[in-house]
């Protein structure tokens, strides 16, 4: 494999920083002599504590803690795992994670991985190379659109630990006064238009930040088409989104933005902004991650919410629908590779993907465990949630996707100003000056 060797040099210049800076956080072995292992986890349902308590003061499992305890017992004291928390915010995890990798931290061992951020820790040589034995080992039982976005330059090269996608979330209700059949697929020129029929609104994340770039990218794919024709040739890719399908995505943005169904804050709307229009008295569609279904601001109008498939960019090809999750990556850095991915295969295994789902209800990255009764129980949408898994489009496994999306998301940016004929060619030229340089963002 030729990952290790390679060094990307702008994210090396941009993160000087001193190794001595950086080992606190310490490493190596306990004090009984047990090699102990470094995870560095996304903010989870219960952070650094293994359980959750409940109102009655009963204490289930948690998240990412749970599973380093148990995993570490389960060793037999081959290994201990140690957690330390990063920030909320994905890309200040990985700012957090690649200045401490460009300085060669040797206290990372094990690193919880947004997909947008797999390829370009790969291609900095940050992960550390698997065999195909265990490539083969670590796969098996994934999802397709799981080991998509865990994957570059043909290798695996980190373990799905949860997978997320999109769907359409709706009000029943509304669906029905304006007449729109869910029975089968929907557009998103039906869904906008039967939001205004009803005086509704849909929901979707259009602030100036990645979320909006996911957006953008699903449209393109669900109208056949792709941003980044050959990413792994970096900043030499050739960027495709000037096409017919990046024209029919632009329509949609355009359509929504410009219409009666945009809710006020469209333009600065997140994740939780999406939420909260949904959950408002003319909330009516929505679509956003697998988590909705345990939001709070859900629970008042539990009974009134229904669900289907990602919405349709043109009516003659299936959706696409957007794929997040996390991604656990063995440091190339780390003391203890072997280990790491002996431990890795626990954390993974469909044991701790089922207990994780049932505690943080983010969904499993293997298909098995989607047709457990519990599963079905816990979540009645289930099926669909692996079938968006197998069918989402991953944002391009390029290096330099930070670049290309930051470039993405602000010449579309905001949605009502989206023109179908300018928009993706005037975004097209911005994103190859920005990667030759030519241009800053």
């Known amino acids: 494999m030729r990952m290790r060797a390679r060094r990307r040099a702008a994210v090396l210049a941009a993160t000087v920083i001193t190794a001595g800076a950086l080992a606190a956080c310490g490493g190596g072995s306990s004090d009984s002599g047990t090699p102990t292992l470094t995870w560095y986890i996304n903010p989870d349902v219960s952070n650094l504590d293994p359980y959750v308590t409940g109102e009655d003061g009963k204490q289930t499992p948690g998240g990412q803690a749970y599973l380093a305890m148990k995993c570490a017992k389960e060793s037999n004291g081959a290994y201990d795992i140690k957690v330390q928390l990063l920030p909320n915010d994905a890309s200040q995890q990985r700012e957090q994670l690649v200045r401490r990798l460009a300085a060669k931290d040797t206290s990372i061992d094990l690193m919880s991985l947004d997909p947008a951020f797999t390829a370009e820790f790969a291609n900095a040589g940050f992960l550390e190379p698997m065999s195909e034995e265990q490539q083969s080992q670590l796969s098996e039982g994934m999802l397709d659109g799981a080991i998509e976005a865990a994957t570059y330059d043909d290798n695996l090269v980190a373990v799905p630990l949860w997978s997320n996608t999109q769907i359409l979330w709706y009000k029943k209700s509304v669906a029905k006064k304006a ?94 902004g999406s939420v909260a229009a949904f959950s408002a008295a003319d909330g009516g569609f929505l679509v956003n991650w697998t988590y909705l279904y345990s939001d709070p601001n859900v629970a008042p109008f539990k009974e009134d919410l229904a669900w289907v498939r990602y919405p349709r960019t043109v009516a003659d090809q299936e959706s696409r629908p957007p794929i997040g999750g996390i991604n656990i990556g063995v440091s190339s850095y780390g003391k203890h590779p072997e280990l790491a991915y002996e431990a890795t295969a626990c954390l993974t295994s469909e044991e701790s993907q089922k207990t994780y789902a049932q505690a943080s209800g983010n969904q499993p990255a293997r298909s098995a465990i989607y047709d457990e009764p519990e599963t079905r129980k816990a979540f009645p949408m289930a099926p669909l949630w692996r079938e968006s898994i197998d069918a989402a489009a991953a944002r391009p496994m390029t290096p330099y996707w930070s670049d290309i999306s930051t470039a993405l998301y602000s010449s579309w940016h905001p949605p009502s100003s989206v023109n179908p004929d300018k928009t993706p060619a005037e975004s097209k030229r911005y994103i190859e000056d920005v990667l030759q340089g030519k241009a800053l963002l």
């Open 179 to 272: 007449g729109l059949d869910t029975s089968g697929p929907v557009t998103w020129d039906q869904v906008i238009a039967a939001a205004e029929k009803t005086g509704t609104t849909v929901s979707v994340q259009a602030k100036r930040y990645e979320g909006y770039s996911v957006w953008i990218n699903s449209l393109v794919a669900g109208a056949g088409g792709q941003i980044v024709e050959d990413p792994e040739a970096g900043k030499d890719a050739k960027i495709t989104i000037d096409s017919p399908a990046g024209k029919a995505a632009a329509e949609v943005v355009s359509t929504l933005g410009k219409s009666d169904a945009a809710p006020p804050a469209l333009s600065n709307a997140d994740e939780g």
